[in-house]
């Protein structure tokens, strides 16, 4: 079992930065790829990043590309997501989560979920 919390979500105005952190306890050998989803109101869940068990890929939506950048520090079992440049349409829940496939972005085939931290930006 993994267990995730997320933070570090907040509001902020467009154009701002948010850091987001999950912290992973129980079963965190770093073998699970890491990713972040998020999910507003009346949309479907859609992957946002991930990243690999060792770091060495990651994946963006195009919607993010060139303005987040998710990382991993496996010694402190932590996954970041730096979101610059926000805009009011990152407005959502992010979530993270773990999957034991090496590179999924299929929600679907993530084991583990947190309970999601909320992310809202101002125009």
């Known amino acids: 079992q993994v267990q995730l919390v997320e933070s570090g979500g907040g509001l902020v105005q467009a154009g701002g930065s948010l850091r987001l952190s999950c912290a992973a306890s129980?079963?965190?050998?770093?073998?699970?790829?890491m990713g972040w989803f998020r999910q507003a109101p009346g949309k479907e869940r859609e992957v946002v990043a991930r990243?690999?068990?060792?770091?060495?890929?990651?994946y963006y939506a195009d919607s993010v590309k060139g303005r987040f950048t998710i990382s991993r520090d496996n010694a402190k079992n932590t996954v970041y997501l730096q979101m610059n440049s926000l805009k009011p349409e990152d407005t959502a829940v992010y979530y993270c989560?773990?999957?034991?496939?090496?590179?999924?972005?299929?929600?679907?085939?993530?084991?583990?979920w947190g309970q999601g931290t909320q992310v809202t930006v101002s125009s």
């Open positions: 129980g079963r965190t050998d770093s073998t699970y790829a």
């Open positions: 989560a773990a999957s034991s496939r090496v590179r999924t972005v299929i929600k679907t085939e993530y084991d583990y």
């Open positions: 990243i690999s068990a060792s770091g060495g890929t990651t």
